[in-house]
């Protein structure tokens, strides 16, 4: 497999002989073609034969990753009818790096490992609690497996549904540290949100409190540097994401960091969907009321998170800090098979895992679900295996709603999304569009016992691309809270009817259509 440093060194050869033609074909359109016609000739052979190779090899890289049937198939017909569009973007978004290490473990296995070695001392390794739930049990075994996440069980947790009261939390959170406080962020806007939360950590950093921010570097695009330069001048530390010197032009565009974490003292975490912005807190006209979760962690959960966050500080930083914050005394766990608190299990996945862990921990609920399956998501793009899953547990008597926004804020995805509404509706699944703004929550309530808060989105992006983020739930007293707020959004949302969706214009139908068959490329 080629690194991604050659895959950007030949984007950016490319471009330059893109470049030359174009300036070749302005001159010998200015000079009427007499000084450099034999000269434009070679060249554009040289370009064939460049183009032709780079093509041929893609597709050969391309079926030799032994990837999805469809995407594959979706690749090499654009590869082939739209030769330079398609080897453009196909060095940007169409390489597998979970396959080729674009973020290779080779330099952080000796973290990793020690990693887990303090989490498991800190925390007792709480696998001896005993769940008569069977499909938790197999949950908690399958998280052990492909991601290393330890079982939690000394944890307090608070659901927020409110998006000013999230915020407010989390404002208040920060004020009060005394010590350190960990943020990771994928948009931060420069705005007057954007601005308050700057102050405020600008305050506690000259405070004496230790601040270090990760951000991320496309979507934090728009941040000016005088922004980011007053944090670092009041003491801060502060890292990019994935930065790049040619962000247009490479392979790590497609790969972002869609985390949202605050930790606060190593002892209370803040956790969800919500970014920092006026959009975020309602303030925008188009989207109206923004709705979304947070979660407040305290407890034996928020060491996996110090853990997750440290991880990637030294993907960016070089600066192993394990041992300074991941070493503490624990609370007093019980010797007994009596679960004390709420159990957690903090999941995070990316192109840096093995396995895409979000969405099999998802498959696996949905699929063995009893009673009902609740999703709430701002998005709804499906592989096969989730489709079948959900539409499966429809017709085998499951009950299966889900809330999704009634409005698009990115075009693309919201039209795939319904382009999935047919086929589910037909096995009896329920969806509701939400009404009252926008929903960008990203919920899923299993059996009134499990539930799934976080950064992942129900969809291909957040399952394959993004570094995502999301706390595992196995408890019925915080499933009671998750579901009233779920029944309340049921309030605000208008369902879907089948007869009346199959009325939809064609103009829909080809808008969904077309859309959803860029969903294998993303």
Same mark, same amino acid.
């Given at each position: 497999m080629l690194s991604h440093k050659v895959w950007d060194t030949v984007t950016l050869f490319l471009i330059f002989l893109l470049s030359?033609?174009?300036?070749?074909?302005?001159?010998?359109?200015?000079?009427?073609?007499? !000084?450099?016609?034999?000269?434009?000739?070679?060249?554009? %052979?040289?370009?064939?034969?460049?183009?032709?190779?780079? !093509?041929?090899?893609?597709?050969?890289?391309?079926?030799? @990753?032994? #990837?999805?049937?469809?995407?594959?198939?979706?690749?090499? /017909?654009?590869?082939? =009818?739209?030769?330079?569009? #398609?080897? !453009?973007? =196909?060095?940007?978004?169409?390489?597998?790096?979970?396959?080729?290490?674009? $973020? &290779? %473990?080779?330099?952080?296995?000796?973290?990793?490992? /020690?990693?887990?070695?303090?989490?498991t001392d800190s925390m007792h390794n709480e696998k001896h609690i005993r769940f008569r739930n069977p499909l938790v049990v197999k949950l908690i075994s399958l998280l052990e497996s492909n991601s290393k996440a330890l079982l939690t069980t000394n944890n307090e947790i608070e659901i927020i549904p409110d998006t000013q009261d999230a915020l407010d939390a989390i404002l208040k959170g920060i004020q009060s540290a005394q010590e350190v406080i960990h943020i990771e962020y994928f948009s931060i806007a420069n705005d007057e949100i954007g601005q308050k939360f700057r102050q405020i950590l600008i305050e506690k950093a000259r405070a004496g409190v230790k601040i270090r921010l990760i951000y991320d570097a496309v979507g934090c695009w728009n941040l000016p540097f005088s922004f980011k330069r007053s944090l670092k001048q009041a003491g801060m530390e502060i890292h990019p994401f994935l930065p790049s010197p040619f962000p247009t032009i490479s392979s790590k565009l497609n790969y972002r960091n869609h985390r949202k974490l605050v930790i606060i003292d190593n002892k209370t975490a803040f956790l969800g969907g919500l970014n920092i912005g006026n959009k975020y807190l309602s303030r925008d006209k188009y989207f109206g009321y923004w709705r979304d979760s947070l979660l407040i962690l305290k407890g034996h959960s928020v060491i996996s998170l110090q853990a997750i966050f440290l991880t990637d500080w030294y993907f960016v930083s070089k600066q192993n800090l394990l041992h300074r914050y991941l070493i503490s005394e624990p609370e007093q766990t019980s010797d007994t098979d009596e679960i004390i608190g709420i159990p957690v299990q903090i999941v995070s996945s990316g192109p840096d895992s093995d396995w895409e862990s979000i969405m099999q921990v998802y498959f696996a609920a949905?699929?063995?679900? %009893?009673?009902?399956?609740? !999703?709430?998501?701002?998005?709804?793009?499906?592989? @096969?295996?989730? /489709?079948?899953?959900?539409?499966?547990?429809?017709?085998?008597?499951?009950?299966?709603?889900?809330?999704?926004?009634?409005?698009?804020?990115?075009?693309?995805?919201?039209?795939?999304?319904?382009? =999935?509404?047919?086929?589910?509706?037909?096995?009896?699944?329920?969806? $509701?569009? =939400?009404?009252?703004?926008?929903?960008?929550?990203?919920?899923?309530?299993?059996?009134? @016992?499990?539930?799934?808060? #976080?950064?992942?989105?129900?969809?291909?992006? &957040?399952?394959?691309?993004?570094?995502?983020?999301?706390?595992?739930?196995?408890?019925?007293?915080?499933?009671?809270?998750?579901?009233?707020?779920?029944?309340?959004?049921?309030?605000?949302?208008?369902?879907?009817?089948?007869?009346?969706?199959?009325?939809? &214009?064609?103009?829909? %139908?080809?808008?969904?259509?077309?859309?959803?068959?860029?969903?294998?490329?993303?």
């Open positions: 030359l033609l174009l300036l070749l074909s302005v001159v010998q359109l200015l000079t009427s073609g007499r !000084i450099v016609a034999g000269l434009s000739q070679v060249t554009n %052979r040289i370009l064939n034969i460049v183009f032709t190779l780079s !093509i041929g090899l893609m597709i050969i890289v391309l079926v030799l @990753e032994n #990837g999805s049937p469809v995407r594959t198939l979706a690749w090499i /017909l654009v590869l082939v =009818y739209l030769p330079i569009i #398609g080897f !453009i973007f =196909y060095l940007f978004f169409g390489r597998n790096w979970r396959k080729s290490r674009i $973020f &290779s %473990r080779k330099g952080t296995e000796d973290i990793l490992n /020690l990693q887990l070695h303090l989490l949905i699929a063995n679900a %009893r009673t009902s399956i609740h !999703i709430t998501s701002p998005y709804l793009v499906l592989n @096969e295996s989730l /489709l079948m899953a959900l539409k499966t547990a429809s017709l085998s008597g499951v009950e299966v709603k889900i809330i999704l926004p009634a409005k698009a804020d990115h075009y693309v995805v919201f039209w795939g999304s319904r382009s =999935y509404y047919t086929e589910l509706l037909q096995a009896g699944v329920e969806i $509701f569009e =939400y009404k009252k703004g926008f929903i960008h929550a990203k919920v899923l309530i299993v059996d009134n @016992e499990i539930v799934s808060i #976080g950064t992942a989105n129900m969809d291909l992006r &957040s399952f394959n691309h993004n570094f995502e983020l999301n706390a595992m739930l196995y408890d019925k007293e915080i499933s009671k809270v998750a579901e009233k707020q779920f029944q309340q959004d049921l309030l605000d949302s208008r369902m879907v009817i089948l007869d009346e969706f199959l009325h939809r &214009s064609n103009l829909q %139908r080809i808008k969904e259509s077309i859309c959803r068959l860029f969903s294998p490329l993303l």
